[in-house]
């Protein structure tokens, strides 16, 4: 992806929140902070912590980021909590 793309791409994105669909089919906004729990050991998290994603970041590959206690981590090492 060039960055010109990437730049189209983050003008329609806002750090602060996050649209997420439900078990039953219902799209939510989430505003940050919102919280999460670890499903898998990562940094110096651990599985069963719940925590606060405090930014919504994106990488260059498109993938998504939570910022947790000023770290980056991948989004698939979360579920989140409603």
Known sequence: ???????ELLKH???KEIYVVTWNNRLLRLKCPF????ITNV???LK???VLVTEIRVTR???????IEMN????YHFDILI
């Open 61 to 67: 590959e498109i993938k998504t980021v939570y910022i």
């Open 1 to 7: 992806m060039s960055d010109q793309e990437l730049a």
């Open 13 to 15: 994105s806002n750090p």
């Open 48 to 50: 069963g912590e719940i």
């Open 43 to 45: 940094g110096l998290l």
């Open 72 to 75: 980056a981590y991948y989004y």
């Open 35 to 38: 919280r999460v729990e670890v």
